[in-house]
């Protein structure tokens, strides 16, 4: 592979495939044309959409909702219903009681009808004069309202329907939920027809601009209709004439404005709302002086190997090892094949290279061109590094065509040329100590937040994979083997409430495969633990979010949820049949080939108990309230199966080092947003964003810090909260260390007196030895200064003795040779961590290189553990056992094993 200018790649990675350059093609099959011999005073095709039925419209064309739309009958056909397109803004019912909203009760009536949805071409940002035409039908205009809908409902009103042309898009994701600047050349199903102004969605007629013409109802069935648009350059303004013509009817209106660049120029595209059924067949344009761009994509959206779902097993002849990778296309396949070899470049080229592994690709309510594929390695993963290519259909898909040779974005001043750094394959690290992992989150990117040089008029989208150019320039030089994404991993509502599993797809589709990420992904190992952004609604969690799954009253759509949950179980562990119901689970481990080091996965949100309070206020107690607080002791975190399964994993692995991850906030040391009028403390039981934190079921914190610090080398790890930081509890000497955000900012408030040593909301003794905050660099709270702080977690994870764990905040622009961020880097040994031990078996000798298990009298687990190659416990120290007990000592090795009982010794 050749050198990646990782600069300039970056640089084009955030232009999120807005790459223009002269020569092109037509991508939807309209004809190849030459840009530099387009006649340019006669219309041209730009599609005429007589492609095989898909969900997939064409490679020209680009929208942030393209569930509104299909290829149906060789025609662009409106796609009136689809799984989960009954969303609301929200639907977690302590959004209202926290915040006041409503009278803290939750409305369950709303009304769910769709705002316009624009469907715009990728390759043309026009300006001077112009015209844009498109043909289509009217198919069926009957609005019906089901059992159930309300007839009020704007859906079920005649003056809601529209079709149109949109122009001056300043981004191809405005429309629904999303800049909502462009102008709508639009036909209402009331029969007003012209200019309307698409801000805020309520499409207001722009002036006089707007007459009346043939209403949009059932004497229409099957009547083939022309809308255009004229622009003609008048000074700095210009003259827009729009035509309908129906029926063997013609109606014109006339816009004069002053300002064409913000009324006329920009992107143009297929404006729809409503429920009436009608088609496109064929858009023209008759470009003038503007001219086509090159706007290339990539057909391999994104690809990840889950590292956690990597296990060995046996066929008979020997050892295998599998991994399932997770992949997405652009457009439609059939079969998707993995090829993986140890050379990065095989001498007889990457066909030659064995099959893998293979899948088809599929498409249903929950998943959108994707292919869930069981890769069998044809090395163990510790002894060497591999790398691997993706096949759809017979045709190697790898490579990033956003990136490829060519000069790409010229006269941006921000983008140039990439040489070679599309054609990278990916890459498996090999799995030795030490392991370094990288942690990661709040990954939600879009233009409010992005801090990068603003591009010219056109060469915007609005949603970029990485919030700055240089974003993870360095990342080669950490050496890092697995990218852990946790909590808020692609913020699935943040733009918009995804109203199809289309939709759902693209938000995921921008985060994950914009060309960076794709990169970092296919370039590791990957562990994905998504959070409540990730399921669609901001704090799901709890029995709440059961309830929301099981009934269809609770003033959400349950069908959006249920497909949600489906999509996140999907994509983070490549189950192709998860349950929409059923209560998922979803902790997992996953152990080194050398079982040496395990990275464990838990969920803290959807097993907990409900952050509810006021349990006996309607009957019982009514005039005590509040007497279920978030101390009460039978309040849970993880769940029983959960914190049982916990504790068998912390009592019986035997590596050096154990990460946890995905508890958000044991120790209470972030603040929510109410004030308790008291104490001043903000940190009051009925604020969701304090119950948000893991640390407001104070009773199930208490018991998993005890867990976790019956042993030594465990450390707990999270995404969330919008800051890095690495925090040490003096008592029970666990580390605890949170990460992020890689594109969001609005880090959580440390709490009253947070300082290098204070105490937690309940009283536990804490040491803050990093934070680095939208707002501070330091324990001390020093003011930050420099870059924005999106940052990721740099861990390094070395077994055996000493045992050394290196933590590091680091802004994601930095190269591992500068200074940390957030005060200092921290070293720790594994003697240091958990409780102090109160016996030891430093004197035991077992059966050489072996994983040992440490169990009681009674057979109870006390802890896991290695022995080295003269049979040597590597962690001896035994925590709440007495000097004297008798201790069952079970090593195996293979097929091997060796038991004995040995008498524990003072420290």
């Given at each position: 592979?050749?050198?990646?200018?990782?600069?300039?790649?970056?640089?084009?990675?955030?232009?999120?495939?807005?790459?223009?350059?002269?020569?092109?093609?037509?991508?939807?099959?309209?004809?190849?044309?030459?840009?530099?011999?387009?006649?340019?005073?006669?219309?041209?095709?730009?599609?005429?959409?007589?492609?095989?039925?898909?969900?997939?419209?064409?490679?020209?064309?680009?929208?942030?909702?393209?569930?509104?739309?299909?290829?149906?009958?060789?025609?662009?056909?409106?796609?009136?219903?689809?799984?989960?397109?009954?969303?609301?803004?929200?639907?977690?019912?302590?959004?209202?009681?926290?915040?006041?909203?409503?009278?803290?009760?939750?409305?369950?009536?709303?009304?769910?009808?769709?705002?316009?949805?624009?469907?715009?071409?990728?390759?043309?940002?026009?300006?001077?004069?112009?015209?844009?035409?498109?043909?289509?039908?009217?198919?069926?205009?009957?609005?019906?309202?089901?059992?159930?809908?309300?007839?009020?409902?704007?859906?079920?009103?005649?003056?809601?329907?529209?079709?149109?042309?949109?122009?001056?898009?300043?981004?191809?994701?405005?429309?629904?939920?999303?800049?909502?600047?462009?102008?709508?050349?639009?036909?209402?199903?009331?029969?007003?027809?012209?200019?309307?102004?698409?801000?805020?969605?309520?499409?207001?007629?722009?002036?006089?601009?707007?007459?009346?013409?043939?209403?949009?109802?059932?004497?229409?069935?099957?009547?083939?209709?022309?809308?255009?648009?004229?622009?003609?350059?008048?000074?700095?303004?210009?003259?827009?004439?729009a035509t309908l013509q129906v029926d063997g009817k013609r109606f014109e209106v006339v816009l004069d404005t002053p300002d064409a660049a913000r009324f006329a120029h920009g992107f143009f595209g297929i404006a729809a709302r409503g429920l009436t059924d009608w088609s496109v067949t064929r858009v023209r344009l008759t470009p003038e002086h503007n001219r086509l761009r090159t706007v290339p994509t990539a057909d391999l959206q994104f690809c990840y190997a889950l590292g956690d779902t990597l296990e060995r097993s046996s066929d008979g002849r020997g050892d295998a090892w599998t991994v399932r990778f997770m992949t997405k296309f652009r457009s439609d396949g059939e079969r998707v094949e993995i090829r993986v070899s140890d050379e990065e470049a095989p001498a007889k080229g990457w066909a030659t290279v064995p099959v893998a592994g293979a899948a088809p690709i599929v498409s249903n309510d929950y998943r959108c061109r994707t292919a869930a594929v069981t890769v069998q390695l044809p090395f163990d993963p510790s002894t060497c590094t591999l790398y691997y290519t993706v096949w759809k259909d017979g045709r190697d898909v790898t490579a990033d065509p956003r990136l490829g040779t060519d000069s790409v974005g010229a006269g941006t001043g921000w983008v140039g040329e990439v040489p070679n750094s599309g054609r990278y394959v990916g890459r498996l690290p090999k799995l030795v100590a030490p392991y370094k992992v990288c942690g990661l989150s709040c990954h939600a990117i879009h233009g409010r937040e992005a801090a990068l040089p603003k591009p010219r008029l056109g060469e915007a989208f609005g949603v970029r994979d990485q919030p700055t150019v240089d974003a993870f320039r360095h990342l080669d030089a950490y050496d890092f083997q697995v990218m852990l994404w946790e909590d808020d991993v692609w913020y699935l509502e943040l733009l918009i409430y995804p109203p199809s599993p289309e939709d759902a797809y693209k938000i995921i589709e921008l985060t994950l495969g914009g060309p960076t990420t794709r990169w970092q992904m296919m370039r590791h190992w990957n562990v994905i633990n998504p959070g409540d952004h990730d399921h669609g609604m901001d704090d799901v969690k709890g029995p709440e979010q059961l309830a929301l799954r099981r009934h269809d009253d609770l003033g959400q759509d349950r069908d959006y949820m249920r497909r949600n949950f489906q999509i996140v179980s999907h994509l983070m562990s490549g189950d192709e049949s998860p349950d929409p119901v059923a209560n998922p689970r979803r902790w997992r481990r996953w152990q080194m080939p050398n079982r040496d080091f395990s990275l464990v996965v838990v969920d803290s949100r959807l097993w907990r108990s409900s952050q509810d309070t006021r349990i006996w206020d309607d009957e019982g107690w009514g005039d005590r309230p509040g007497l279920y607080g978030r101390d009460d002791p039978t309040r849970s975190l993880l769940g029983e199966e959960q914190f049982a399964w916990l504790s068998n994993i912390i009592h019986t692995d035997p590596a050096d080092w154990i990460c946890v991850s995905g508890i958000n906030g044991l120790h209470t040391i972030w603040a929510g947003v109410k004030k308790d009028p008291v104490s001043g403390n903000r940190f009051v039981e009925r604020d969701r964003v304090a119950a948000d934190y893991a640390g407001w079921v104070k009773a199930g914190c208490d018991r998993v810090i005890e867990l976790l610090a019956s042993r030594s080398g465990v450390i707990s790890v999270y995404g969330d909260v919008h800051l890095g930081s690495v925090a040490r509890n003096r008592d029970h000497r666990l580390y605890e260390c949170s990460f992020g955000p890689i594109g969001r900012t609005g880090g959580r408030r440390p709490k009253k007196n947070f300082g290098p040593v204070m105490e937690d909301y309940d009283g536990r003794p804490v040491d803050i030895l990093a934070l680095y905050h939208q707002s501070y660099d330091s324990p001390s709270l020093r003011k930050r200064t420099g870059p924005q702080y999106w940052n990721f977690l740099e861990m390094s994870f070395a077994p055996g003795r000493p045992g050394d764990l290196r933590l590091a905040v680091r802004n994601i622009i930095d190269a591992p040779d500068v200074e940390v961020r957030g005060g200092a880097e921290v070293r720790v040994r594994v003697s240091d961590t958990g409780r102090k031990p109160t016996a030891s078996l430093a004197h035991v000798v077992t059966l050489p290189n072996a994983a040992v298990v440490l169990r009681g009298a009674d057979g109870r687990a006390i802890r896991g553990g290695r022995s080295d190659g003269t049979g040597k416990l590597h962690a001896d120290g035994l925590v709440d056992v007495a000097p004297g007990t008798a201790i069952v000592v079970v090593a195996t090795r293979g097929e091997e094993a060796h038991a004995q009982v040995a008498r524990a010794a003072p420290v």
């Open positions: 592979m050749g050198n990646i200018d990782r600069r300039r790649f970056m640089q084009v990675s955030l232009q999120g495939g807005a790459l223009l350059a002269s020569g092109a093609h037509w991508p939807d099959g309209a004809g190849s044309v030459d840009a530099g011999r387009v006649p340019l005073a006669e219309p041209v095709t730009i599609d005429e959409f007589a492609r095989p039925d898909s969900d997939a419209v064409g490679d020209g064309w680009e929208s942030l909702n393209p569930g509104y739309w299909w290829l149906r009958d060789g025609a662009l056909r409106r796609r009136l219903r689809n799984v989960g397109d009954r969303a609301r803004s929200t639907g977690f019912p302590y959004h209202y009681e926290t915040h006041g909203q409503a009278g803290g009760s939750m409305p369950i009536e709303y009304d769910p009808s769709l705002p316009t949805g624009i469907l715009w071409r990728r390759d043309w940002f026009l300006s001077d004069g112009y015209r844009v035409a498109i043909e289509g039908r009217v198919l069926d205009a009957t609005l019906t309202v089901p059992d159930g809908d309300d007839a009020s409902w704007l859906m079920y009103q005649r003056e809601h329907t529209l079709i149109g042309v949109a122009l001056a898009g300043r981004s191809q994701f405005e429309g629904y939920g999303r800049g909502n600047r462009a102008v709508i050349v639009g036909w209402r199903g009331d029969g007003t027809f012209g200019f309307f102004d698409n801000r805020r969605h309520r499409n207001r007629p722009l002036s006089t601009s707007v007459i009346e013409t043939v209403a949009i109802d059932d004497a229409l069935r099957d009547k083939a209709f022309e809308i255009t648009v004229d622009v003609a350059p008048v000074d700095s303004g210009a003259r827009m004439t």
